[in-house]
């Protein structure tokens, strides 16, 4: 029987983690209908034309890459462990938008501003929590992983595909959690408040939607 090939020293792991996250811009107005289908809210789902007077928008990437020490026979197999790992998460897109029929400049477009800048915070601050998890949940992969293969480069592709799937639980609470706090933030409570306030601004953005707008 063939002689199983050794793995390398493993050492302790560079383990860098970077994380882009700028605050979330404010975009020119769009319409409330504009909102509505970036929202991707199907045309006869319940709600009110109030939930799209303001939207945030978000959009994370993630990336990771690896660097492997390997050993082996001449012409593999070989077996391979995580050297280096660089993992970054990039807030490719965080912006918010009101709706132009909102007065511009005025107590409403403040409220409606506000609120969407509570769903801007919970974006970022779920992404800083999940550095940190991918941060904990790379070196625990790191103390164990190793991978045989017929040679380096197959070695390196299946660590690759080992540490994706060791850090998608914490991509899913990422997600989980946001959601979570998204939905805590867009009460109906919430919108009652924001269908009461600045009673002007009311009026005109009743006329504006042709009476559609919540009272």
Request: charged share 25%; glycine share 6%.
């Amino acid at each position: 029987m063939p002689v199983p090939v050794a793995c390398p020293a493993r050492g302790t792991p560079l383990l860098r983690v970077s994380l882009s996250d700028p605050d979330a811009r404010v975009l020119p107005p769009l319409s409330a209908e504009r909102l509505r289908q970036l929202a991707e809210v199907p045309e006869d789902a319940p709600g009110t034309v109030l939930h799209h007077l303001g939207l945030t928008l978000s959009r994370v990437e993630w990336r990771s890459e690896i660097t492997v020490r390997s050993q082996g026979r001449p012409g593999g197999p070989v077996c391979g462990v995580p050297f280096e790992i660089r993992l970054s998460l990039v807030h490719a897109e965080h912006s918010i938008r009101l709706a132009r029929e909102i007065p511009r400049n005025g107590c409403l477009a403040r409220q409606v501003l506000a609120h969407e800048r509570r769903h801007a915070e919970v974006n970022r601050r779920t992404l800083r929590e999940a550095a940190e998890g991918l941060r904990s949940a790379a070196r625990a992969w790191a103390a164990r992983a190793e991978a045989r293969a017929p040679d380096a480069a197959a070695a390196a592709q299946a660590l690759q595909e080992d540490l994706t799937a060791a850090v998608e639980p914490v991509l899913a609470r990422l997600r989980a959690a946001r959601e979570e706090a998204h939905a805590a933030i867009d009460s109906p409570e919430e919108y009652r408040r924001l269908g009461r306030v600045c009673p002007a601004d009311q009026r005109v953005l009743s006329s504006r939607l042709g009476d559609a707008a919540p009272h």
